[in-house]
């Protein structure tokens, strides 16, 4: 079955600081997307990244790098020299080609809270 | 270009009486997607709209919620005699529908069943 396990409820850190958040996913498919979304107090949900299930290789935007692992089924976010604008709930999602609907199964969301 | 647009921004609500929460999607996509987000929560998947394809109800809590989507754009969520566990906010999504296709999420509409 699929599945998304972000384990971190909750992360503070104060600015400057460096942090990860992980995310752990299950799927029987072999062909699948996984994504970052995140939910900044306002409450929509913006995109941030996709990264396809061939593509292991990691991607660096600004302060923004993912690390993509299928050998542990693991897409980890990681902010460098956060900012309390970086404050927000933070999904990570999966989506199948099986079902091939664009459907995104949803991790429980990180809140991240990043103290001046 | 205009983004997701749902209304109402917030609802509150007896228990018992129907809503109506309405999802104008991004001209053009093809997809629509219901979510639920209740409080500490991550998001629910409701339901799915592609074109002039069955829509994916596989995610509706009770009969008590439907949708349907009129002419391949706006959506409408229904709910009939709403109950406290109704309250959450109810997000709406669109996309080109393909499996790679990120989703565009609008504002949401938060509702409160009193």
């Known amino acids: 079955a699929q599945k998304v396990t972000q384990a971190q409820t909750e992360i503070s850190v104060v600015e400057k600081e460096d942090v990860t958040l992980d995310c752990v996913y299950e799927?029987?498919?072999?062909?699948?997307?996984l994504f970052w979304y995140k939910q900044p107090p306002s409450g929509e949900l913006v995109f941030l990244i996709r990264?396809?299930?061939?593509?292991?290789q990691n991607e660096i935007s600004g302060r923004y790098s993912w690390n993509f692992q299928k050998s542990t089924s693991s897409f980890n976010f990681t902010i460098t020299a956060s900012q309390v604008v970086d404050s927000a709930v933070y999904f990570c999602?999966?989506?199948?080609?099986?079902?091939?609907?664009?459907?995104?199964?949803f991790g429980q969301g990180t809140t991240l809270q990043v103290k001046p | 270009g205009a983004g997701v647009s749902q209304s109402p921004s917030n609802k509150v609500t007896e228990k018992g009486k129907d809503v109506e929460l309405r999802c104008d999607p991004i001209?053009?996509?093809?997809?629509l997607y219901w979510y639920r987000q209740s409080l500490g929560q991550g998001l629910e998947f409701l339901i799915y709209?592609?074109?002039?394809?069955?829509?994916?109800k596989s995610g509706l809590p009770s009969d008590r919620f439907s949708a349907e989507r009129t002419g391949g754009s706006v959506s409408t969520l229904t709910i009939q005699r709403t109950q406290q566990e109704d309250s959450a906010v109810y997000l709406c999504?669109?996309?080109?529908?393909?499996?790679?296709?990120?989703?565009?999420f609008g504002n949401g509409t938060r509702l409160t069943v009193t």
């Open positions: 999504a669109s996309s080109q529908g393909l499996y790679n296709s990120p989703l565009h």
């Open positions: 799927t029987r498919d072999t062909t699948y997307y």
């Open positions: 990264r396809n299930s061939f593509d292991e």
């Open positions: 999602a999966l989506s199948e080609a099986i079902s091939n609907t664009g459907k995104l199964i």
């Open positions: 001209s053009g996509h093809t997809a």
């Open positions: 709209f592609q074109g002039n394809s069955a829509p994916d």
